[in-house]
Nanobody, 123 residues
Framework: QVQLVESGGGLVQAGGSLRLSCAAS????????MGWFRQAPGKEREFVAC???????DYADSVKGRFTISRDNAKNTVYLQMNSLKPEDTAVYYC?????????????????WGQGTQVTVSS
């Protein structure tokens, strides 16, 4: 089991940037594929990005070229750098962990979730 705590959300104008952080504790962080999902009001939770322990990454088409996921296994932390933010990026962002060695966009592969952090992008 791994515990996850997100931070770094907030209010930003369109075109701005934010960096989310997720601190993990518990079982060996480096064994997990780490992911970010988001959920906007009235919508289903959707995949944003993920990173395997070896640094392989995958991104949703809607964020490619704007968001970057990275991880520091020594600090048990995963980051999501978000640039060129748009109002449609407004959502609660969740950090999550999957005990797999490959990139995955499937919610069902992720068993551990943080409490979420709100990101609001104003137009």
């Amino acid at each position: 089991q791994v515990q996850l705590v997100e931070s770094g959300g907030g209010l930003v104008q369109a075109g701005g940037s934010l960096r989310l952080s997720c601190a993990a504790s518990g079982r060996t962080f480096s064994s997990y594929t780490m992911g970010w999902f988001r959920q906007a009001p009235g919508k289903e939770r959707e995949f944003v990005a993920c990173s395997t322990r070896n640094g392989n990454t995958d991104y949703a088409d809607s964020v490619k070229g704007r968001f970057t996921i990275s991880r520091d296994n020594a600090k048990n932390t995963v980051y999501l750098q978000m640039n060129s933010l748009k109002p449609e990026d407004t959502a609660v962002y969740y950090c999550t962990a999957a005990y797999v060695t490959f990139t995955t966009t499937r919610t069902t592969n992720y068993k551990n979730w943080g409490q979420g952090t709100q990101v609001t992008v104003s137009s």
